[in-house]
């Protein structure tokens, strides 16, 4: 039953996505050229909603769906894991056009060569899962 609500989500996420132009090549090429407010907008609306509703879930201590405390576990603040995170996390975005979540919003769309991101994305991941132990986290 989990699954079907967390792919109905998804479903609602990815259709969201698509209708406002947020998978779009075109709008997030305009975002790293500065041409349009379109991508920030939605970037920072959705930064805004998320502070809130932590803040709202840290204070009311709402529990998830389906009962289970939800916890916030402070992670270690370290500079260079920031700098690094983020410079593989633009790159991957600035040569494939797209983060994780429109890569699936793409796909779903029809844009199948999309899946050769997907790929990459995954490889990635797996070499992350090899390495991560000799990172600095």
Same mark, same amino acid.
């Given at each position: 039953?989990?699954?079907?609500?967390?792919?109905?989500i998804?479903?609602?996420?990815?259709? $969201?996505?698509? =209708?406002?132009?947020?998978?779009?090549?075109?709008?997030i090429y305009?975002?790293?050229?500065?041409?349009?407010?379109?991508?920030?907008?939605?970037?920072?609306?959705?930064?805004?909603?998320?502070?809130?509703?932590?803040? $709202?879930?840290k204070?009311?201590?709402? =529990?998830?769906?389906y009962?289970?405390?939800?916890?916030?576990?402070?992670?270690? =603040?370290?500079?260079?894991?920031?700098?690094?995170?983020?410079?593989?996390?633009?790159?991957?975005?600035?040569?494939?056009g797209?983060?994780p979540g429109p890569?699936?919003?793409?796909?779903?769309a029809?844009?199948?060569?999309?899946?050769?991101?997907?790929?990459?994305?995954?490889?990635?991941?797996?070499i992350?899962?090899?390495? =991560?132990?000799r990172?600095?986290?």
């Open positions: 039953m989990r699954s079907l609500s967390y792919l109905l998804g479903i609602f996420f990815g259709i $969201t996505m698509f =209708k406002s132009e947020a998978s779009s090549w075109f709008r305009e975002m790293f050229k500065f041409d349009a407010f379109h991508m920030y907008g939605i970037i920072g609306t959705a930064v805004i909603f998320g502070v809130i509703i932590v803040a $709202t879930i204070r009311f201590r709402i =529990k998830s769906f009962g289970d405390p939800i916890e916030f576990t402070p992670k270690d =603040k370290s500079l260079a894991r920031y700098i690094i995170g983020g410079f593989i996390f633009g790159l991957g975005w600035g040569l494939s797209a983060c890569m699936f919003t793409l796909t779903g029809g844009y199948l060569p999309v899946l050769i991101v997907i790929l990459g994305a995954v490889a990635g991941t797996w992350y899962g090899l390495i =991560k132990d990172l600095p986290h």
